[in-house]
């Protein structure tokens, strides 16, 4: 009898250890799912870098790639095009490897080459455009530190290339809040955790919840500096880029977010602000 009842109770446990869809699910797929957007990235890429230099991009640098997301997607658009990206992780660019660069075709895999190493002390062939998206350069927070990756930059680039960033700001930028997005399947969370007012530090974490209630917490941890649209400016000029230009993303009378950034230097009273930035060499 008392056998019996052991063994009911190893059921149950076994019932109650079934897997939660947050314990299944991949963290960097869910990422690429909700943060990125690498097809709209590098159509504002190839069309700004067109309007400025009269010709199309082909070398194409990935900084904190990550997954290298982007730098696959790049050489799927052209027979031409190549790119490195650039990460310190092993275990994300190892990701990037099998989910990412093995499904691209043989040639266009040979186009991709993945770095481990520092943004800071990398060395790659000279590229058309450099990019820093998802404001992973803010993890940078002193002064010196900005300008010396800036300037790698700079000599990283063709006589004509540009630098792509982004940036976001604001006053809801400077507080706490939680941020969320229901998907297809899921919960996306972006959590302003904790800000210090004087030191723009932040501290960040992106989360996802799961119908079934389980919740996959800190799946992504970050401690930035918020950078300013002017500060980022004058270390891009002064790192030798000529010219800086910012474009916006656009609102409709709703207030929704529109898939669609203008160039300009004005944005006045907005509690939210993002941006392309744009360097020119
Ligand atoms: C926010 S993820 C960016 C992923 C992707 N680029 C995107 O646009 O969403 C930041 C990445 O930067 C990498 N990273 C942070 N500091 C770095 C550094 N100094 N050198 C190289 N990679 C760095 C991290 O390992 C992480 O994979």
Redesign the pocket.
């Known amino acids: 009898m008392a056998r019996k009842n052991k063994k009911k109770k190893a059921s149950k446990q076994a019932k109650s250890a079934k897997p939660t869809m947050a314990s299944q699910a991949d963290r960097h797929k869910l990422?690429q799912e909700s943060?990125?957007d690498s097809e709209f990235e590098l159509d504002f890429v190839q069309d700004t870098f067109k309007d400025l230099r009269g010709r199309k991009p082909v070398t194409l640098r990935?900084?904190?790639?990550?997954?290298a997301?982007?730098a696959c997607v790049w050489t799927k658009r052209g027979s031409e095009n190549r790119s490195w990206g650039?990460?310190?992780?092993k275990e994300?660019l190892d990701w990037g490897r099998k989910h990412n660069l093995n499904k691209l075709k043989g040639k266009q895999k040979a186009r991709v080459e993945l770095i481990q190493?520092?943004?800071?002390t990398v060395q790659t062939p000279s590229v058309d455009v450099c990019l820093a998206?998802?404001?992973?350069y803010w993890?940078f927070q002193q002064r010196k530190d900005l300008l010396a990756y800036f300037t790698g930059v700079n000599r990283s680039l063709n006589s004509d290339g540009v630098m792509f960033l982004d940036a976001y700001g604001g006053s809801e930028a400077h507080t706490t809040q939680v941020e969320k997005h229901k998907l297809e399947g899921y919960t996306y969370l972006w959590d302003q955790n904790k800000y210090n007012a004087v030191t723009q530090e932040m501290f960040c974490h992106i989360h996802f919840r799961f119908p079934d209630k389980s919740r996959m917490d800190k799946a992504?941890s970050?401690n930035w500096r918020l950078w300013g649209g002017r500060e980022i400016e004058d270390l891009l000029l002064e790192a030798g880029f000529t010219n800086v230009r910012f474009y916006i993303q656009q609102f409709d009378e709703d207030d929704e977010a529109l898939d669609e950034f203008k160039e300009t230097r004005e944005v006045f009273d907005h509690d939210c602000w993002i941006a392309y930035i744009v360097a020119e060499k």
């Open positions: 990422y943060v990125q990935e900084d904190f790639c990550g997954t997301r982007t650039v990460d310190f992780d994300v190493d520092d943004v800071l998206f998802n404001f992973s993890i992504f970050y």
